[in-house]
C-alpha cells in the first residue's frame, strides 16, 4: 500500500480544508516545501490538488505546482480543474505530471476520460468524491445522485483502472476513515481504490490496509503529525 502525502494548493500555499470548505482552511506554507519535505522522508509519491482551478477550472496555481515540480524528483499525480484534453496535455506534456486525476469531468464528460485513457494509457486517475455514498461535483459543491460504486464501474468500462475514493464528511477533519464504504468500493469493483478522507493516526493507516486498498492520501493528519509518514510506510 502506498502512502501519498498530500499537498493541496489555495492561492498558491499550501493548505488543508475541513470537509472540502474553502472558507475552512488552515495554511502551511510554501507547497514546494511540503513536497520536499514528505520526500526527504521517503515518501514514494505525492498527491497534488489545485484547489482554486477544482472550483473554477483552468489552471490556477500552475507556477506552485511547477515549483513543486522542479524541487522533487518523485512521482507526482495531480487533480483539481482537468476537464478538457487541453487541460490534460498540459499537465502530462508539458509539465511531465506522472498522472492526472480527472473528478467532474468523469461525471458530466465520460467521453473525455475514455478518449484520455486512450492517448494516456496508465497515467488517468478517476477521482469519485462521495457524500453519502453520492458522487460530488464541482469542489465538492454540486451533488449528482449518482451512486458512487455505480460510477467507478463505468468508469471501469472505459478503461480507468485506479480510483481515488474521498468521503467529503471524512475529509480534514481527523475523524477516522470510513472503512465499510472504501471496503465496498475495493470488493465490488475489483479496481486499484486510492482510500481518501479522515486518516487521523496510525490504527487508522492499518485498518485502511485490511480494506484491500492500493493507496490512502493522508493530509492533515501528517500536518499535524497525528500520523508520522515513516512510521506510516512501514505499516
Not at 502530462?92 to 473528478?103: A, E, F, Q, S, Y
Not at 477516522?176 to 486510492?194: C, D, F, H, R, S
Request: hydrophobic share 40%.
Amino acid at each position: 500500500m502506498i502512502i501519498y502525502p498530500a499537498v493541496d494548493i489555495k492561492n498558491g500555499k499550501c493548505v488543508r480544508l475541513e470537509k472540502g470548505d474553502m472558507n475552512k482552511a488552515t495554511k502551511y506554507g510554501e507547497p514546494y516545501k511540503m513536497a520536499k519535505q514528505w520526500q526527504s522522508l521517503g515518501a514514494e509519491y505525492i498527491h497534488l490538488v489545485d484547489l482554486d482551478s477544482a472550483f473554477t477550472g483552468g489552471f490556477k496555481n500552475y507556477d506552485a505546482v511547477s515549483k513543486i515540480l522542479d524541487n522533487i524528483n518523485i512521482p507526482v499525480q495531480l487533480g483539481g480543474g482537468i476537464r478538457t484534453m487541453e487541460d490534460i496535455d498540459e499537465r502530462l506534456r508539458k509539465l511531465n505530471i506522472d498522472r492526472v486525476i480527472i473528478g467532474t469531468a468523469a461525471v458530466k464528460n465520460p467521453d473525455l476520460v475514455k478518449q484520455a485513457v486512450s492517448k494516456y494509457p496508465g497515467r488517468i486517475v478517476v477521482g469519485i468524491d462521495a457524500k453519502d455514498g453520492k458522487a460530488a461535483i464541482e469542489g465538492w459543491d454540486g451533488e449528482t445522485g449518482i451512486d458512487a460504486v455505480t460510477l467507478a464501474l463505468s468508469m471501469k468500462e472505459i478503461g480507468i483502472d485506479t480510483i481515488i475514493y474521498t468521503d467529503i464528511a471524512k475529509d480534514g477533519m481527523l475523524s477516522g476513515p470510513n472503512l465499510e464504504a472504501t471496503k465496498e468500493m475495493v470488493q465490488k469493483t475489483g479496481m486499484n481504490i486510492i482510500g481518501s478522507g479522515g486518516m487521523s493516526c496510525q490504527t487508522d493507516v492499518i485498518n485502511i490496509k485490511k480494506t484491500g486498498v492500493s493507496g490512502v492520501i493522508v493530509g492533515r493528519a501528517l500536518y499535524t503529525k497525528d500520523i508520522d509518514l515513516k512510521e506510516a510506510m512501514s505499516i
